[in-house]
């Protein structure tokens, strides 16, 4: 014959379902991990965009106006300028980012 259930238990699991639909779980360790893997693959295609798109432009222009290395040289500094604030911009979103988690959590404890 079947036992009644442990309402305790029961109970505690509703709580822990209830919790996690709220969405009030803190997230693991890997979510946070893949979370930064993905900012960084973000800013490492920043920078290599910015290099493409200036060397694009670059050759384009060098093409067209026949003075082969000057402008291809000089639109991919400016293209690697253009990744790297880019990515720096992106560093200051996330570190504005955690750091508003961290205020947030720091008032909730209080």
């Given at each position: 014959m079947a036992e009644d259930p442990?309402?305790?238990?029961l109970r505690r699991l509703e709580d822990?379902?209830?919790?996690?639909?709220?969405?009030r779980e803190k997230t693991s360790?890997?979510?946070e991990h893949f979370s930064q893997a993905n900012m960084?693959?973000?800013?490492?295609?920043?920078?290599?965009?910015?290099?493409?798109?200036?060397?694009?432009?670059?050759?384009?222009?060098?093409?067209?106006?026949g003075t082969m290395p000057f402008l291809l040289?000089?639109?991919?500094?400016?293209?690697?300028?253009?990744?790297?604030?880019?990515?720096?911009?992106?560093?200051?979103?996330?570190q504005d980012k955690r750091q508003a988690e961290q205020d947030a959590a720091r008032d909730e404890g209080m």
């Amino acid at each position: 014959m079947a036992e009644d259930p442990d309402h305790e238990r029961l109970r505690r699991l509703e709580d822990r379902l209830r919790e996690t639909k709220l969405g009030r779980e803190k997230t693991s360790r890997t979510e946070e991990h893949f979370s930064q893997a993905n900012m960084a693959w973000r800013m490492v295609i920043e920078l290599v965009s910015g290099l493409g798109i200036g060397f694009g432009i670059g050759y384009g222009l060098d093409t067209v106006f026949g003075t082969m290395p000057f402008l291809l040289v000089l639109f991919v500094f400016l293209g690697l300028a253009a990744g790297v604030k880019t990515m720096l911009r992106t560093a200051a979103e996330m570190q504005d980012k955690r750091q508003a988690e961290q205020d947030a959590a720091r008032d909730e404890g209080m």
